[in-house]
């Protein structure tokens, strides 16, 4: 796009000392995505064991249904939707400043290694400490962030080089992943088996205690990310560059990673682990934005559309049966990867 063009499409705003610079088209595909999403929240509400007309559901969110609905609604399904908006959000957001500070396509929670580290948190705490619950939570918390810090500290060596970060959460996240198999292999039978079904990642029967956690993550930190991700696309550029564009370099950094740490880890203890969520949001939303990288909020409302309507595939995906969404995901995200491969072959 020639730099007339560019600067026609973006719009800056200011108040008082605060400068924003709005793309038109970016915002334009995140409303239309989170529109997108709420709509399949919406569907999700109505269906399941009881159907429920869109009418009764809407009246029962404005405080007019009857009781038989409203427990239907606020008891059974809204924590779900609620969780499923949420966690895709944060997903999504995490996802797109990973990519950016890394400045790798691959650079997301699940490569990263944070998303196995949270499992290991939680694993410690189901199979060996016996905790369930908001305990699972935490421990997923404590995993992710140790992990990441772990990481860092490898990765680190005379500074930090995203593609050293990338290789080492890999190198790590296949060591935790055969440190979870052995716990896993240890456990009874029906601690295996719900620790197998958290690993996998999944939404069925949250409570309002998973919205909490993931909505205190989102509420806290994406504000964060949105107001340094301003920096987020002179950080790919190289340090450099953003310092002479003025750029608080290693603030902007740290704070950013810290942010994405958060929304992951508090993603990962509300649903467990989904998978691809992370990495397939960003380019997605960047496509259609027109634009070589996806701004946070359009990635935040891929994710969320994403993970909504694969919960609405995996309540519908086979008969009777509510398959845990990270089952959709991990296929959809394989399918996005070879996509991927196939277009960049075909484009060398």
């Known amino acids: 796009m020639p730099p007339a063009e560019t600067e026609r499409a973006v719009i800056t705003l200011r108040a008082g000392g605060l400068s924003i610079r709005v793309h038109p088209r970016s915002l334009a595909v995140g409303a239309v995505l989170l529109l997108i999403a709420l709509a399949v929240a919406l569907v999700n509400l109505t269906t399941g064991d009881f159907p429920v007309p869109v009418a009764d559901v809407l009246r029962s969110l404005g405080g007019r249904g009857d009781a038989g609905t409203d427990f239907i609604v606020y008891q059974l399904r809204l924590p779900r939707v609620l969780t499923t908006l949420l966690v895709g959000a944060a997903l999504g957001a995490s996802g797109t400043v990973f990519q950016g500070l890394t400045r790798n396509p691959l650079g997301s929670p699940d490569f990263a290694g944070l998303t196995v580290g949270a499992a290991s948190g939680a694993l410690i705490v189901m199979l060996v400490l016996g905790g369930g619950g908001v305990q699972v939570a935490a421990g997923a918390i404590i995993g992710c962030v140790v992990t990441s810090v772990v990481i860092y500290l490898l990765a680190f060596r005379r500074g930090t080089q995203p593609f050293r970060l990338v290789l080492m959460g890999i190198g790590v996240s ?4 055969a440190a979870n198999s052995y716990l896993i292999y240890r456990s009874h ?8 079904v958290w690993l996998i990642g999944s939404v069925n029967g949250r409570t309002w205690t998973e919205v909490t956690i993931v909505a205190v993550t989102v509420v806290v930190l ?16 190289g340090d450099e560059i953003a310092v002479l564009h003025g750029v608080p370099v290693q603030r902007s950094r740290a704070v950013l990673a810290l942010a994405a740490v958060g929304l992951a880890a508090g993603a990962t203890a509300a649903a467990g682990p989904i998978a691809f969520v992370a990495l397939a949001a960003p380019p997605i939303a960047a496509r259609l934005s027109r634009s070589p990288r996806a701004g946070v909020l359009p990635a935040a409302a891929m994710g969320a559309a994403l993970l909504t309507a694969g919960d609405w595939a995996a309540q519908h995906a086979l008969p009777a049966n509510d398959v845990p ?8 995200g394989g399918v996005y990867l070879s996509w991927l491969l196939f277009f960049q072959r075909r484009n060398r």
Not at 174 to 177: F, I, K, N, Q, R
Not at 222 to 237: A, C, E, F, N, Q
Request: hydrophobic share 60%.
């Open 174 to 177: 296949a060591l935790l992943d």
């Open 189 to 196: 039978l029906d601690e295996a088996i719900a620790a197998q």
């Open 222 to 237: 994406l504000p964060l990310v949105l107001y340094y991700g301003r920096h987020l696309t002179m950080l790919t550029l």
């Open 325 to 332: 969404v990270g089952i959709v995901t991990a296929a959809l």
